[in-house]
């Protein structure tokens, strides 16, 4: 799903106009980007923990021509889902 898909969607359920919609989704995602970027954390209740976490350099093999490469370290983003999100998950799933 896009983002212009979700603006959709809470347009025509909440009957908001759709430039309003996406005036609103897009300060809040600038928002948490603004929080994670600054605080390296972000937790939402019931949703998740987004998370900025170092990942150490390490050897990786190139599989074309089976050299030993060096990966440098890096900063990565990472998502942990909370109990409902998991849970909704595996029973849209089942």
């Known amino acids: 799903m896009t983002k212009k898909e979700i603006v ?5 359920e909440t009957q908001i106009d759709q ?3 996406r005036d609103v ?3 809040c995602l600038d928002t948490m980007i603004d929080i994670v970027t600054t605080k390296g954390r972000l937790e ?3 949703f998740g923990v987004f998370q900025v976490k170092q990942r150490a350099a390490r050897k990786a093999r190139n599989p074309r021509t ?3 490469v060096l990966v440098p370290e890096k900063v990565v983003l990472t998502f942990q889902p909370g109990k409902n999100v998991t849970k909704r998950i595996q029973e849209a799933h089942k």
Request: aromatic share 0%; no cysteine.
């Open 19 to 21: 430039m309003i919609v």
């Open 8 to 12: 959709q969607t809470i347009s025509d």
């Open 44 to 46: 939402l209740r019931n």
């Open 25 to 27: 989704v897009q300060r």
């Open 66 to 68: 089976n050299e030993e």
